[in-house]
């Protein structure tokens, strides 16, 4: 077996080990009965440890070193070994007792935020958070950085993104967002009050299904549950899981999850099977996995020809709700914006506004310039001043969010990186496909989902996300791409 087949072997036993553990995390949050909950932890916590210790041996770290000086390798096959040597050395900078001491912060973490949260008292939570920033910052020295330390944890997300880069960018969501959601907020409302009716849940899912299959979301490979948390898992190309929530008394949940992680599933099935375990079968980042799911939510799903097309279907599900809205009153429903508390139910602009809190606050906490006990406070005044809303209790602020209590410091920014991208990603495509919109208006989304599999899919891990960006586009990652949408978008919407 040539050196390369060898390599290629153990990633695909690493990967075997891992998708095992993403099968049962499925089953944990779709049909897992509450009892299983015990044994489930310890399941999978043993399968971390095994792909913990396959990932680290030392035959890997030879074959993985003596494969990055083999010039015979093809481009493809050198990436991979580029991109696995560099995995191979973070994990190596972990020891066992940090591993374990994490693992168990997070756990402890978690609880004390559940409990927090239902409550609404954020001192039941305090002590585990600061006891898990603290190993956060050590976490950011083991694994290095250049500039700034929180580059270290955005880096776990987003490989090669700076913070310094992300300033640019939030700065240019402060400068030009701002101003245009006041203008918005200037003019008379919306109404969306029909999308709140009673929605039969079964009628609602059989909608959603359809909607995936005109995605071009294969049933084949992949299949459809009900979470309290929607999400996308995969455990090899042709095995793409989804989920969706309903809720009778608001539409907008079974819609928007299911186009959403549609989205995010379409790239997973688009992967190339033959690379199973390797880099160049693996998305490239959470920042490009977003573009994918928010290019179909935004750029299609809320959009005036996708329901040139759907809203008819839908009104004939539900006669009752929709005999008096037309498919221009229920797209301007869809599209409205007002800043509120819950960054999952903002909508696309101010949605901006709830990341960019969060990458503040992130960034100064890992740095050291505030401290866990400063939270509330300071999230209080941040939302005063970006989004002008009161916040009347940590619930519905400071602890909305779980990501904190599972350790995941710089996850955020990826949700905006991807709103981002999308534009970016759309407009390009609607310059290199000029029928597309009017084939959109025909409930075809195929020249679409045809398009993005050569451009983004196919191609795995083979480019970095900013070098994906310049090979699609042409140029680097522009916030103007983004502001240019959303001005054509809502200046016509609000009569600006
Ligand atoms: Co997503």
């Given at each position: 077996m040539t050196n390369y087949l060898k390599y290629k072997s153990i990633m695909n036993k690493i990967a075997d080990v891992q998708y095992s553990s993403a099968v049962l995390n499925w089953d944990q949050e779709t049909y897992m009965p509450p009892k299983g909950a015990a044994f489930r932890a310890q399941q999978l916590a043993t399968l971390a440890g095994i792909a913990h210790e396959l990932s680290t041996t030392e035959e890997l770290g030879h074959l993985l070193i003596s494969l990055s000086q083999d010039n015979s390798l093809s481009e493809k096959e050198k990436r991979n070994i580029k991109e696995s040597l560099k995995k191979y050395n973070d994990n190596k900078k972990y020891t066992t007792s940090f591993v374990e001491e994490l693992s168990k912060s997070i756990s402890e973490a978690f609880q004390a935020w559940q409990e927090a949260k239902k409550t609404s008292n954020f001192s039941l939570y305090a002590p585990y958070l600061e006891k898990l920033v603290k190993l956060k910052r050590e976490e950011c020295k083991l694994l290095g950085y250049v500039e700034h330390p929180y580059d270290a944890m955005l880096n776990q997300y987003e490989p090669d993104a700076k913070t310094a880069d992300l300033e640019v960018l939030f700065a240019d969501v402060r400068n030009q967002l701002v101003a245009f959601v006041k203008k918005i907020a200037a003019k008379p409302q919306n109404n969306d009050s029909f999308m709140y009716l009673h929605f039969d849940k079964d009628k609602q899912w059989e909608f959603g299904v359809g909607l995936l299959k005109q995605m071009g979301y294969d049933f084949e490979a992949g299949r459809q549950d009900i979470s309290s948390h929607p999400f996308t898992t995969n455990f090899n190309s042709e095995d793409v899981r989804v989920t969706t929530r309903t809720n009778e008394n608001n539409l907008n949940e079974m819609i928007w999850s299911c186009i959403h992680e549609g989205g995010h599933a379409l790239y997973e099935q688009g992967l190339p099977v033959s690379e199973y375990g390797l880099p160049s079968g693996e998305y490239i980042s959470l920042g490009i996995h977003e573009s994918q799911s928010r290019l179909w939510e935004n750029n299609v799903g809320r959009s005036l020809p996708y329901w040139n097309t759907n809203f008819s279907s839908l009104q004939k599900i539900f006669p009752e709700n929709f005999k008096n809205v037309s498919t221009e009153d229920f797209y301007k429903a869809m599209n409205i914006v007002k800043p509120s508390l819950i960054r999952t139910s903002a909508d696309e602009l101010t949605y901006h506004f709830h990341i960019l809190i969060r990458f503040e606050i992130e960034k100064a906490l890992i740095q050291g310039s505030i401290e866990v006990k400063d939270l509330p406070d300071y999230w209080n005044e941040k939302y005063k001043e970006y989004l002008g809303v009161e916040v009347p209790n940590d619930a519905q602020g400071v602890l909305q969010d779980i990501h904190w209590s599972h350790g995941s410091f710089g996850y955020f920014p990826t949700y905006s990186l991807g709103s981002f991208y999308a534009a970016q990603f759309f407009a390009q495509a609607l310059k290199e496909i000029p029928e597309l919109e009017s084939e959109i208006e025909k409930g075809n989304t195929k020249p679409l989902l045809d398009w993005l599999r050569e451009k983004v899919h196919i191609h795995g891990k083979y480019y970095t996300a900013a070098e994906l960006c310049l090979f699609i586009?042409?140029?680097?990652?522009?916030?103007n791409y983004f502001m240019a949408y959303a001005t054509k978008k809502y200046s016509r919407l609000y009569h600006l």
């Open positions: 586009t042409g140029e680097k990652l522009n916030f």
